[in-house]
């Protein structure tokens, strides 16, 4: 599904990553670890399509497209989602509505009739249930005066209803208490199938306690110098990365 080679990539004249290898096929599961400003971000809105952000080498191809060919938009309705670790608010616009537009526009692009107004509400509130958020979001403008973990519910539940294929979760777990975080963890799980693929940038091992990934990622120093199973998260939860350098 994604295919990274050599790649090298950076922002502002700085190069960031360097020669960087990764595949991730169909129902796999990978998690990548590292410090602050080693590069997991710049992959993760490399891969998404953010502006500002410069491939120097290598290539990025999902399903065997040359992602540097795709405008964003593009890259979304071919099913790349990437949930942000900073939520942005937009006053005045209200989340069903947006979620709406949202989905019809993905499933025209992909040949798929859209949703009438009653059939979308139902399935709004539906997921609204499973990311534990109450009826009073069909109301609320989007992540307009929610907190923190309100905001990542909600990109989570943008996931279940868009229904992606290539999953990118940008620090999702990052400010949440125990009960948020093992609702999106069931969420995720929920749905995850043979026919999509994760790709988790966190810096803590405790979301894995809920998950079940294939393969834990170190990236340091723009480079992925180590892979492992869940095992190598809770090393680096113990022990940190110095054994590593």
Known sequence: ?????NLSAGINNKTILKNINLEINKGEFHVIMGRNGTGKSTLSNLIAGKEGYI???GQLLYNNKNLNNMTPEERATSGIFMSFQYPVAIPGVNSMHFLRTAVNSIRKSQGHSEYDPAKFIKIFKKN???VGLDESFTKRAVNDGFSGGEKKRFEILQMLLI???LIILDETDSGLDIDALKIISVAIKKFKSKNNAFLLITH???ILEYLD?????VLLNGKIIKSGDKKLALKL???GYGWLE
């Open 204 to 206: 803590y091992y405790r």
């Open 213 to 217: 990934p294939d393969f834990v990622h």
């Open 237 to 239: 939860e113990k022990e």
């Open 163 to 165: 229904e992606p294929k």
């Open 55 to 57: 491939k120097e080498g």
């Open 128 to 130: 609204l249930s499973i």
């Open 1 to 5: 599904m994604l295919k990274i080679k």
